[in-house]
């Protein structure tokens, strides 16, 4: 009995350190599966990575590189989905070719019904306006989104509608004050006759 007890007990104890193990490195990615943050919450939680290499981001996210698909050469998809409010999105880290210095996020979201595409951008589009005031979106592109009374016909015709915004890093950690990062946020027209793609890009950038 004694020694059924001290087994309990030691892995108790493993637990513990595992607990703490995970707690102490930042779980952030398993951790954040399935809360329904806003992107401005999102890029709290990723900005202390920016500039880190590669193997410091997933080691601070909890994943290895078994754990994550390489999409492009610099590109890797995360094994889980974000929510950004009330959606889900698959999720892209990318890193610079040859430094390996993380820098930019990828959320994107697969619709077929084009209704229902246009209904989420639209209410992401406004509650970045919220936030952020504004685009900075060239006026003279001709694919705006916030430009179309009606962006059916603009959609189909050029392929795909976006603004983008500006915004400074200023309250987030680990980031440099020469840097502001851009939020471009595109719907886009696919190959298939029903479906549509919402990608939300946050690159770094010097100002």
Avoid at 158 to 185: C, F, K, Q, R
Wanted: negative net charge; hydrophobic residues 40%.
């Amino acid at each position: 009995m004694r020694q059924l007890r001290m087994i309990m007990i030691r892995r108790c104890v493993v637990a513990a350190m595992l607990l703490m193990l995970c707690l102490m490195t930042g779980c952030l990615g398993k951790a954040n599966i399935g809360k329904q943050y806003t992107l401005e919450r999102r890029l709290e939680i990723y900005s202390p990575m920016y500039f880190d290499q590669k193997e410091e981001v997933l080691a601070k996210l909890g994943l290895t590189v078994a754990d994550v698909t390489e999409t492009h050469q610099d590109t890797l998809k995360l094994p889980h989905q974000e929510y950004i409010g009330d959606y889900s999105f698959d999720v892209e880290l990318c890193f610079e070719r040859y430094s390996d210095v993380f820098y930019g996020l990828v959320y994107t979201a697969e619709i077929a019904d084009l209704d229902e595409a246009l209904s989420e951008y639209d209410d992401l589009i406004n509650s970045f306006r919220r936030k952020w005031g504004k685009p900075a979106t060239y006026p003279d592109i001709s694919n705006r989104y916030l430009d179309a009374q009606d962006p059916k016909p603009k959609l189909e015709r050029s392929g795909s509608i976006l603004e983008y915004w500006n915004l400074p890093t200023a309250g987030l950690a680990n980031v440099p004050a020469n840097m502001d990062y851009m939020l471009s946020a595109r719907l886009s027209r696919g190959t298939a006759e029903k479906d549509y793609t919402i990608r939300l890009e946050i690159m770094w950038k010097n100002v």
